[in-house]
């Protein structure tokens, strides 16, 4: 987990560090590499973008897909297990960990924010905390997940939906802040569903 320095000592509102220098430098690498050699390669190009990310720390699949336009916060803490993927545009504010299960899917321009700040701190505290996305989860476009939170296997949060709690399994959720809509058919993997049709 990325280290956050304390708001009382370093005063961030007044333009003190809120990361230690070590992370703030392999940023600064991570976002002059991505910018000039990945975020606006050709759709087709998985394979450099994933390798890149790999460079950099990120835990990322060979099947793994990450579309151009994703931006990535801090490489080290994204982890894409098998067949899941990152679609144009995703924001992937990854100050803790962001981890996709196999087949989850992430349309563009979601926004997973790991990061939020304490509100009666007047020091405005920023606190991380990580998010997980189980397999066959589905966060569909414009929808913002927030820090700590679980997005059980299968569930789906619909276009622009809102969450910073967890989502029940093979579940559907819309709105904000999300709604539970229904429950969603089971499968055990997209390959099963393929079986059934």
């Known amino acids: 987990m990325t280290r956050v320095l304390n708001a009382a000592e370093t005063n961030p509102r007044e333009g003190g560090a809120t990361f230690p220098l070590k992370n703030r430098l392999e940023r600064l690498m991570w976002s002059l590499v991505w910018n000039g050699l990945g ?17 950099f720390g990120g835990n ?12 990535i ?25 962001i981890v996709l299960g196999p087949y989850a899917l992430v349309s563009q321009g ?9 509100v009666d701190d007047p020091n405005f505290q920023l606190f991380t905390a990580g ?7 589905w966060i569909a476009a414009d929808a913002f ?4 939170v679980v997005v059980g296997e299968g569930a789906v949060l619909g276009a622009r939906g809102t969450t910073t709690k967890d989502l029940l399994p093979w579940t559907i959720y819309a709105g904000n802040p ?20």
């Not at 990152?86 to 803790?96: D, F, K, P, T, W």
């Not at 997940?145 to 700590?148: A, C, I, N, T």
Request: net charge positive; charged share 20%.
């Open 39 to 55: 975020i606006w390669t050709p759709v087709p190009f998985h394979a450099w973008r994933r390798a890149l990310v790999r460079l």
């Open 60 to 71: 990322i699949a060979p099947t793994a897909k990450i579309y151009p336009g994703v931006s």
């Open 73 to 97: 916060w801090y490489p080290r803490n994204l982890e894409l297990q098998a067949f899941s993927c990152l679609g144009r545009r995703v924001n992937c504010y990854s100050m803790a960990s």
């Open 110 to 118: 979601a926004h997973l924010c790991c990061g939020s700040h304490d």
């Open 131 to 137: 998010i997980r996305i189980e397999s066959n989860a």
């Open 145 to 148: 997940v927030g820090p700590g």
């Open 178 to 197: 999300a709604r539970q809509l229904r429950a969603r058919r089971r499968f055990a993997d997209v390959r099963s569903l393929a079986e059934d049709n």
